[in-house]
């Protein structure tokens, strides 16, 4: 980190019992991908969420991967995604040979917008990827529609949304098939680390043949299929579940972060993302969009001088070089990606913390004003 910075927009939060199990690892040498840690947290993280299975792997962009796979999609086929996404989002899809098509999003809530997904579909289309951006959950309801009347797989990407709900259930309970992230700035966190998840079977057998390199299941060290070495360590898993042990107390205090920034900066020309509709924010970033991208670049500049550290929301990825050899227009996800920042959101923020951060926001504005 930054020896200027004082406030990091992202820190893990661990108070548990992460050393403990940690020390457990080692003091029984199992440190690698076999280990009791491994079934503790993929069964507990699939109790969490509501789900039937899950396995874990090395990190969310594989996770993505081996959804995709599992599901058999390859050349030939298109996925759709939200182009206001992360850019492994986007890398997953093309890993398999697959086209990435893009479609804008809402403008009230930043999710994947179904009427745009909706004018998209093809024949070649195979899946919905929704992105439930920054821990709001998508419009489940209407991409789940969508895809029954048209036949299409839905693969959740929740690497942003641990602990999101819409309409009562967790996301990542929805499509065919899921994929999570624990990534040092996640809401929980392995270090490194993803899980996939589903309720078929048939697909979580396939996921689980895949990432094992594709061993054969009654026969040792024979191979029937070209898989991926993707599992995840024992160690690692002792850090998710001692995470994934506190993750209410971790939502609980994202949410007050989010509501501390929202009272500090009400008077401010500036918008929140926000809760829309029936759903609970996991708000893993807490995310403001301003009036335009002087003004972003500005108050980022400005922040920086404070010690405090920020980063842009997304940019679009239609909008990098190997994705935009054609030419599209997506004002939603533009207007966003050019003007929204991501303000320090990790859990052991406090009150003082955010008070000082939005008096530093004042201070950009008012040297605005001074100066305009």
């Known amino acids: 980190m930054n020896s200027d910075i004082v406030i990091p927009v992202y820190q893990p939060f661990l108070e548990g019992n992460e050393r403990k199990y940690v020390a457990e690892c080692i003091e029984s040498s199992w440190i690698s991908s076999k280990g009791p840690y491994v079934q503790k947290f993929e069964q507990a993280f699939a109790d969490f969420i509501g789900v039937k299975y899950a396995t874990s792997v090395c ?31 986007v890398n997953a899809i093309t890993y398999t040979g697959a086209l990435p098509v893009f479609v804008d999003s809402r ?19 195979r899946a919905i990827l929704p992105v439930h951006l920054y821990g709001h959950p998508c419009p489940m309801d209407e991409l789940t529609e969508i895809s029954q009347h048209h036949d299409l797989f839905i693969v959740e990407d929740c690497a942003e949304a641990i602990g999101a709900v819409y309409k009562g259930r967790h996301v990542g309970a929805f499509g065919h098939i899921s994929a999570f992230s624990f990534y040092g700035n996640k809401t929980i966190t392995t270090g490194e680390g993803g899980m996939v998840a589903t309720n078929d079977e048939t697909l979580f057998e396939r996921a689980f043949h895949f990432k094992g390199q594709g061993l054969a299941k009654f026969r040792e060290y024979w191979h029937d299929t070209i898989g991926y070495n993707y599992r995840m360590t024992n160690i690692c898993c002792a850090l ?37 509709g029936d759903v ?23 922040l920086k001088t404070c010690g405090i550290e920020t980063r842009p929301v997304f940019y679009p990825v239609h909008t990098m070089p190997m994705y935009s050899t054609k030419f599209q227009r997506h004002p939603v996800a533009e207007r966003i990606g050019w003007r929204g920042i991501n303000l320090p959101s990790w859990p052991g923020l406090t009150e003082a913390q955010v008070l000082w951060i939005s008096d530093c926001i004042h201070r950009y504005y008012e040297k605005g004003k001074r100066d305009a």
Not at 107 to 125: G, L, Y
Not at 280 to 301: A, D, F, K, N, Q
């Open 59 to 89: 990190n969310g962009t594989l996770a993505l991967h081996l959804a995709l796979v599992s599901l058999g999609i390859g050349p030939g086929d298109e996925v759709i995604v939200p182009t206001l996404t992360y850019i492994a989002s």
């Open 107 to 125: 403008k009230d809530s930043w999710q994947m917008d179904p009427e745009d997904v909706e004018k998209k579909i093809s024949t070649k289309t």
């Open 240 to 276: 998710g579940l001692a995470q994934l042990e506190q993750v209410d107390e971790i939502l609980s205090r994202k949410k007050r972060i989010h509501d501390w920034y929202c009272k500090y900066l009400a008077d401010l020309p500036l918008a929140f993302h926000g809760v829309v």
């Open 280 to 302: 609970e924010h996991s708000y893993w970033m807490v995310s403001i969009v301003v009036e335009s991208p002087h003004t972003r670049e500005g108050l980022r500049e400005y």
